[in-house]
T-cell receptor
């Protein structure tokens, strides 16, 4: 059974720092991995999607990497800003035992960027 | 292109009642998935519909049901509400088929259900 873990559960950094959020998954048989951002009480905003054949994706100050063999993904945020404060979630779509609309989520990392 | 919309945004119900939530996917998307988010359990998959057929179901009791219409809009229903059903219910849409998009999921703002 696929399980997704995110460490740390919470992170507080001063503005301007570069930071890395971690995501690990137990089964490397995945269709893709997606990173989301969630603001309090709101829905999820898709940040980056990495397909299983890819190693990384970049969007602005965000860079996500995927190492399927080790079951790990990282989300790198450069030059953090207070507006980056949110909960970051990673999720995978398993190749087996689920369907193409069945995301399995980690519990998230709550990021706080202090001015 | 309009995003995923969910109605209502907030709902307060009493134990034992039933509730219906609605989700309109992005135009052209044929897959709609539903998730329950609670502080304790996080985000959990409820079910997925594709072309009016349930394609997958999570580990929830039969009180949770759904359907999808020919225009891809979806509804989920919870009968005999319990206090533990209080949660943020999110729906997501995607094309539902493999391709360049890699089945990227787009989420709506959610419906906040409170059961008293």
């Amino acid at each position: 059974k696929q399980e997704v873990t995110q460490i740390p559960a919470a992170l507080s950094v001063p503005e301007g720092e570069n930071l890395v959020l971690n995501c690990s998954f137990t089964d490397s048989a995945i269709y893709n991995l997606q990173w989301f951002r969630q603001d309090p009480g709101k829905g999820l905003t898709s940040l980056l999607l990495i397909q299983s054949s890819q190693r990384e994706q970049t969007s602005g100050r965000l860079n996500a990497s995927l190492d399927k063999s080790s079951g790990r993904s990282t989300l790198y945020i450069a030059a953090s800003q207070p507006g980056d404060s949110a909960t970051y979630l990673c999720a995978v779509i398993p190749l087996y035992g689920g369907s193409q609309g069945n995301l399995i989520f980690g519990k998230g990392t709550k990021l706080s960027v202090k001015p | 292109k309009a995003g995923v919309t969910q109605t209502p945004r907030y709902l307060i119900k009493t134990r034992g009642q039933q509730v219906t939530l609605s989700c309109s996917p992005i135009s052209g998307h044929r897959s709609v998935s539903w998730y329950q988010q609670t502080p304790g359990q996080g985000l959990q998959f409820l079910f997925e519909y594709f072309s009016e057929t349930q394609r997958n179901k999570g580990n929830f009791p039969g009180r949770f049901s759904g359907r999808q219409f020919s225009n891809s809009r979806s509804e989920m229903n919870v009968s005999t509400l319990e206090l533990g059903d209080s949660a943020l219910y999110l729906c997501a849409s995607s094309t539902g088929t493999s391709g360049r998009s890699g089945l990227e999921q787009y989420f709506g703002p959610g419906t906040r259900l409170t059961v008293t």
